[in-house]
């Protein structure tokens, strides 16, 4: 029981999807709040392609 205690091999794999995890909310966060610029972009864009 105490090996199974001490085992860390997934620790990494954890911290890891921790650290993209917090990088998504950071992500969706700013999209949220910069919306309005966002769509303005995109839309010159399709505006200048087509």
């Known amino acids: 029981m105490l090996a199974f205690i001490r085992e ?3 620790q990494g794999l954890v911290e ?3 650290i ?3 990088i998504a ?3 969706i966060v700013a999209m ?3 919306r309005g610029q966002i769509q303005n972009i ?3 864009i399709g505006n200048n392609l087509t």
């Open 25 to 27: 909310i950071a992500v």
């Open 16 to 18: 890891y999807a921790l």
């Open 8 to 10: 860390d091999e997934g």
């Open 20 to 22: 993209i995890a917090v």
């Open 42 to 44: 995109f839309s010159n």
């Open 32 to 34: 949220v709040f910069l």
